[in-house]
C-alpha cells in the first residue's frame, strides 16, 4: 500500500520519506505524539489499515476497520504559540474534503467543527491534538475517511449515522490515491496555516453546512438551543441563543436539526 501511495505523489514531494505504514496499530494519534515527544521531524506521516484503539474527539472511539479506510496522523511543529492554531481543526477540514474531492469528485460538506458529512452522514472525522516539547508546541493531526465500507461494515449503533465514499459515489474507492491526496492537501493547508488564516477559514466557511442552521449545544448537564450564524477566525462558532444572546461557542457537541439522526 505504501508504495501506491507513494506512486502517486509527486517524485520530489517533501514528506515521501518521512511516511510509515502499519498494518495494525492501536492509534496513528497516540503513536504520532509518543514520536513527536521522542523528537520526529516535522512532517512525519503515520498510516494504518487497521486502528484497535481508533480515537475521536470528546473520548469517543473511530471505529477503524481493515482494508476499508484511511487512517492517516501528520506530526506540525508550526512554530507559533498554541493560540495561533486555534483554527488547526478547520484548516484540516478543508484540506480532507479538498483531497476527497481531488480523488473522487465528491465534495463533503463540513459539520462544525471536525466531521465531514454527505447528506445527513458522516464519512471523515479529525481529531488535532497539540503536545508540548520543551517550549516547543507540536501538532498531532489525525484524519479518519471512511473509503471502502458498505453498510454491513458498520456496527449496528454507527449505521444510520455513517457512511463511506465508495456508498455515496456507488463506485469503487482507490484508498491509496485519496490517502496521497490527503497527504498533499496537508502539505499545502501546513504551508498556509499561519499565512492565510483568512483565505482557509472563509473556505471553511463556506462549506459549514452547521452555519444558517437550528442547533443544540449539548454541555455537562444543559443543552442549548439556537440558530448558528457563522465561524469566527479562529473555528469557533456564532450562535444565536434562544435568550437573545450571540456567543462564540469553542467547544461542546452541536447536533444540528436534521443531520445524525436529530430531526
Ligand atoms: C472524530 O470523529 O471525532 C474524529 C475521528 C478521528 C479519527 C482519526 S483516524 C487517524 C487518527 N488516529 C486516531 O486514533 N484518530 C484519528
Given at each position: 500500500?505504501?508504495?501506491?501511495?507513494?506512486?502517486?505523489?509527486?517524485?520530489?514531494?517533501?514528506?515521501?520519506?518521512?511516511?510509515?505504514?502499519?498494518?495494525?496499530?492501536?492509534?496513528?494519534?497516540?503513536?504520532?505524539?509518543?514520536l513527536?515527544?521522542?523528537?520526529?521531524?516535522?512532517?512525519?506521516?503515520?498510516?494504518?489499515?487497521?486502528?484497535?484503539?481508533?480515537?475521536?474527539?470528546?473520548?469517543?472511539?473511530?471505529?477503524?476497520?481493515?482494508?476499508?479506510?484511511?487512517?492517516?496522523?501528520?506530526?506540525?511543529?508550526?512554530?507559533?504559540?498554541?493560540?495561533?492554531?486555534?483554527?488547526?481543526?478547520?484548516?484540516t477540514?478543508?484540506?480532507?474534503?479538498?483531497?476527497?474531492?481531488?480523488?473522487?469528485?465528491?465534495?463533503?460538506?463540513?459539520?462544525?467543527?471536525?466531521?465531514?458529512?454527505?447528506?445527513?452522514?458522516?464519512?471523515?472525522?479529525?481529531?488535532?491534538?497539540?503536545?508540548?516539547?520543551?517550549?516547543?508546541?507540536c501538532?498531532?493531526?489525525?484524519?479518519?475517511?471512511?473509503?471502502?465500507?458498505?453498510?454491513?461494515d458498520?456496527?449496528?449503533?454507527?449505521?444510520?449515522?455513517?457512511?463511506?465514499?465508495?456508498?455515496?459515489?456507488?463506485?469503487?474507492?482507490?484508498?491509496?490515491?485519496?490517502?496521497?491526496?490527503?497527504?498533499?492537501?496537508?502539505?499545502?493547508?501546513?504551508?498556509?496555516?499561519?499565512?492565510?488564516?483568512?483565505a482557509?477559514?472563509?473556505?471553511?466557511?463556506?462549506?459549514?453546512?452547521?452555519?444558517?442552521?437550528?442547533?443544540?449545544l449539548?454541555?455537562?448537564?444543559?443543552?442549548?438551543?439556537?440558530?448558528?450564524?457563522?465561524?469566527?477566525?479562529?473555528?469557533?462558532?456564532?450562535?444565536?441563543?434562544?435568550?437573545?444572546?450571540?456567543?462564540?461557542?469553542?467547544?461542546?457537541?452541536?447536533?444540528?436539526?436534521?443531520?445524525?439522526?436529530?430531526?
Amino acid at each position: 500500500m505504501l508504495n501506491k501511495i507513494l506512486n502517486h505523489l509527486p517524485g520530489d514531494h517533501p514528506w515521501q520519506n518521512l511516511i510509515t505504514w502499519y498494518d495494525t496499530i492501536d492509534s496513528t494519534n497516540t503513536r504520532a505524539k509518543q514520536l513527536a515527544l521522542s523528537g520526529a521531524p516535522h512532517g512525519t506521516v503515520l498510516m494504518a489499515d487497521r486502528q484497535t484503539g481508533g480515537r475521536g474527539r470528546m473520548g469517543r472511539s473511530f471505529h477503524s476497520p481493515s482494508g476499508c479506510g484511511v487512517y492517516l496522523s501528520v506530526i506540525l511543529r508550526p512554530r507559533c504559540a498554541p493560540r495561533e492554531l486555534m483554527h488547526l481543526t478547520c484548516a484540516t477540514a478543508v484540506a480532507a474534503r479538498a483531497a476527497v474531492e481531488k480523488a473522487t469528485g465528491l465534495a463533503p460538506d463540513i459539520k462544525w467543527t471536525n466531521d465531514l458529512v454527505c447528506g445527513r452522514q458522516k464519512v471523515a472525522g479529525i481529531l488535532t491534538e497539540l503536545v508540548t516539547v520543551g517550549s516547543e508546541t507540536c501538532a498531532i493531526v489525525g484524519i479518519g475517511i471512511n473509503c471502502c465500507q458498505k453498510s454491513g461494515d458498520f456496527p449496528e449503533e454507527l449505521r444510520d449515522i455513517a457512511t463511506s465514499l465508495a456508498m455515496v459515489s456507488g463506485k469503487e474507492i482507490d484508498r491509496s490515491l485519496v490517502a496521497a491526496c490527503l497527504i498533499q492537501e496537508l502539505w499545502a493547508m501546513d504551508r498556509d496555516l499561519l499565512t492565510e488564516k483568512s483565505a482557509l477559514m472563509a473556505r471553511y466557511q463556506a462549506a459549514c453546512i452547521t452555519v444558517g442552521k437550528d442547533i443544540s449545544l449539548l454541555l455537562p448537564g444543559e443543552v442549548r438551543h439556537g440558530h448558528a450564524l457563522g465561524v469566527d477566525g479562529d473555528g469557533a462558532l456564532i450562535v444565536r441563543f434562544e435568550d437573545g444572546s450571540t456567543e462564540p461557542v469553542q467547544s461542546g457537541e452541536v447536533s444540528v436539526r436534521g443531520m445524525y439522526g436529530y430531526l
